[in-house]
């Protein structure tokens, strides 16, 4: 597969099948109370975000960068990559719009499960082809849960919907990071226990 | 240490040391946003709270109780047991005050640390003595997350606080809830990537 962003590799048939079926994401779902709602929600948060994304990713590489011990992992030797950040950032872009538009099926479960690996030492670094630290924490993984959820309200408040409307989406919005950040946390995970 | 609600040992000698030290607890509510506001938003929500704790419980009760894949881990070969389901509540009800009003010291890491080794096969069902699931799976402890966030915010609207009062108290909910389903995780991760 070719694709204009280096290392984006959504729907590859290279990538390893996630460990987890539809019928453990069906679960997951009914655990975040997930509904029709979230589905058209998030469609709309697609399109309030849709030209805002690097507005939104000023943000967070704004927090990453003031924060030395989330920066590190973007550094080697304590000094910070800007060619790796540059080209996580594409990546990154990408994932918000895929978070809101594509459907949850098997192809979005093993992208998933190959951002998990990219996260963990299994797959860190490889990508991009740098020298970095290895892996990131597992704990930062759950706790980004609270700032990518929590600062992206601003941006789906800005096009003129309705409190309600934004509210509606900024739920689906946690729903869903909560989603695939546990899925991410797969490969930090005892054998038997996730 | 004896108390009044049975295994509820906050605080008692006999308890492991969490694996975390308290500079490790500043970095991640760092990484939170974490502030003085959060404080007092959280000792603010123990107030309003403090005699909602039964409707908070019979709401999330009657989540897990309608949840098959969830109600399992009360139960043992699928027949739950309602004297391990009551035994908990208890210690749930403490743990909504706690999270409000606690000083987050070592104490209180070191009760995070016995929660988690209760949710993980090395400690469950040992408090209560009782014949059930032998673990509950770690994707379910994030998954929480979500609803343990969101149902709160109705319960804390519930006393007249203005809209921005009951935002700050739900963010800052969002954040504790976040803090303390991600040091739960910590039993479940392989060696080294906590
Ligand atoms: C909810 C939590 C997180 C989200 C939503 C998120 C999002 C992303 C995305 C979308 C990518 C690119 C994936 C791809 O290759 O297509 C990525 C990669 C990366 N993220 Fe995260 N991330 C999270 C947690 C973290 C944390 C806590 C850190 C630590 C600072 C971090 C640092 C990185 C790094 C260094 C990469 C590049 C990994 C590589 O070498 O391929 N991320 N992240
Ligand atoms: C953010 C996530 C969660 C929160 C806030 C939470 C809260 C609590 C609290 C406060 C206790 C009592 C702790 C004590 O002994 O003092 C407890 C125990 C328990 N929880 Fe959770 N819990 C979470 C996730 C889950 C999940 C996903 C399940 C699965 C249905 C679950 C089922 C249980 C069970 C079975 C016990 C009793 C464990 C034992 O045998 O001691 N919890 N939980």
Not at 13 to 39: G, N, Y
Not at 107 to 119: K, M, T, V
Request: aromatic residues 14%; glycine residues 6%.
């Amino acid at each position: 597969m070719t694709s204009p962003i280096k290392g984006y590799d959504y729907g590859a048939s290279s990538l390893a099948q996630s460990p987890l079926e539809l019928r453990d994401l069906q679960l997951l779902k009914q655990t975040l109370l997930w509904s029709e709602v979230d589905e058209q929600a998030l469609k709309l948060a697609g399109e309030v975000l849709e030209n805002q994304t690097d507005d939104v990713l000023d943000l967070w590489y704004g927090y990453v960068g003031s924060n030395t011990h989330l920066l590190r992992y973007f550094a080697h030797n304590e000094v910070p990559n800007p060619d790796y950040l540059a080209a996580v950032r594409k990546r990154f872009g990408l994932w918000i719009m895929d978070l809101c538009n594509r459907p949850y099926d098997q192809d979005w479960l093993d992208y998933q499960y190959e951002i998990a690996l990219r996260h963990h030492s299994t797959k860190k670094n490889l990508t991009d082809g740098v020298q970095a630290e290895p892996m990131i924490h597992f704990r930062y993984i759950v706790a980004f849960i609270f700032p990518i959820t929590y600062t992206i309200k601003g941006f789906l408040a800005k096009k003129g919907h309705s409190i309600d409307q934004v509210e509606v989406m900024y739920s689906a919005w946690f729903k869903a990071v909560t989603l695939t950040a546990l899925l991410w946390c797969q490969p930090y995970v005892n054998t038997g226990e996730f």
